[in-house]
């Protein structure tokens, strides 16, 4: 049985894609980009967190977990053992504040799909759908084609979040099932996009231009961080490939936001997220600015 790894499921999303959706996102990366505002989806592997600013130090934890893997220091701080972690739930059904929680849950395509559709209606009246999103969907290749054909099957609108770097023969498998892809561009410059993400950049956009070479439809969304991707040598590198884009519907200067560093401390990770400046929204609309002067059709920044 296909069996696909979830970490989030976000019903009555606004910002995936068009009208109501619900986002699914699938845990697993291939990048490891250093503004990552998802790192519960970085690794494909289970993961437990715990919300230190709702522990109450109760110690229940400490006492039903099997392994003895959670502990409270004499100064009342919460250590976890993540490395002994079964994964049985017995700390986090014993905790009445909420503060753990568990990072990555196995559906299969059936579960998933119902899930998926508790909003048909919603979807139907505002023109919604479902959107796939990570973590890097893709890294789910064949659960991914298997859940978006039963979503086209029952007349659902389908939306892949995707960073671009995964084997085109991927992609080919969900093309038939996609009827739109939200695609990312971080960086045009290969050395630059290796230092900030791990990768560099000649899978991501050669995968565009194959995409497009097919009629798919993309939208593509960049993250705009100041002092590393808004320079005006950047930016037009980027309004120069994407004017080659002939199926691009639209494109989305995203400013930065430095909101997630939590997320790290719950995982027990050290986050190297940039700071913010202050200046994230300028950023993205000078971004927007040399775009749209290029004829490209974009989104401006909220």
Request: hydrophobic residues 35%; charged residues 25%; aromatic residues 8%.
């Amino acid at each position: 049985m296909s069996l696909g790894r979830v970490f989030e499921i976000k019903r009555f999303a606004v910002h995936d894609g068009h009208g109501i959706r619900t986002t699914i996102f699938f845990k697993g990366c291939p990048l490891s980009c250093i503004w990552c505002h998802n790192p519960e989806g970085l690794s494909g592997d289970t993961e437990l967190a715990l919300l230190e600013r709702k522990c109450t130090k109760c110690s229940e934890c400490v006492t039903a977990c099997p392994n003895g893997l959670h502990r409270i220091d004499n100064s009342n701080t919460h250590h976890i053992n993540r490395e002994g972690c079964t994964f049985c739930l017995d700390c986090i059904n014993a905790c009445m504040a909420d503060a753990l929680l568990l990072y990555g849950k196995d559906y299969t395509i059936d579960e998933l799909y119902k899930i998926a559709a508790a909003d048909i209606d919603f979807y139907n009246q505002s023109g919604g759908g479902i959107t796939c999103s990570g973590g890097e969907p893709l890294k789910q290749a064949d659960f991914l084609a298997g859940f978006l054909s039963l979503c086209k099957v029952k007349g659902l609108h389908t939306a892949v979040d995707t960073s671009g770097y995964a084997n085109w023969q991927d992609y080919e498998k969900i093309l038939t099932f996609t009827d739109i892809f939200y695609y990312d561009i971080k960086h045009m410059d290969p050395v630059q996009h290796k230092e900030l993400t791990g990768k560099d950049n000649r899978l991501i956009l050669e995968n565009l231009q194959k995409l497009s070479e097919t009629g798919a439809a993309v939208e593509v969304r960049i993250p705009v961080i100041p002092g590393l991707n808004d320079d005006d040598e950047n930016i037009q590198q980027t309004a120069d490939f994407l004017k080659n884009i002939k199926t691009l519907k639209l494109v989305r200067p995203l400013p930065y936001h430095a909101l997630s560093k939590s997320k790290y401390t719950s995982l027990g990770k050290k986050h190297i997220m940039p700071a913010a400046t202050g200046k994230e929204h300028e950023a993205a609309h000078h971004f927007y600015d040399i775009l749209s002067k290029n004829g490209l059709k974009c989104k401006k920044p909220d």
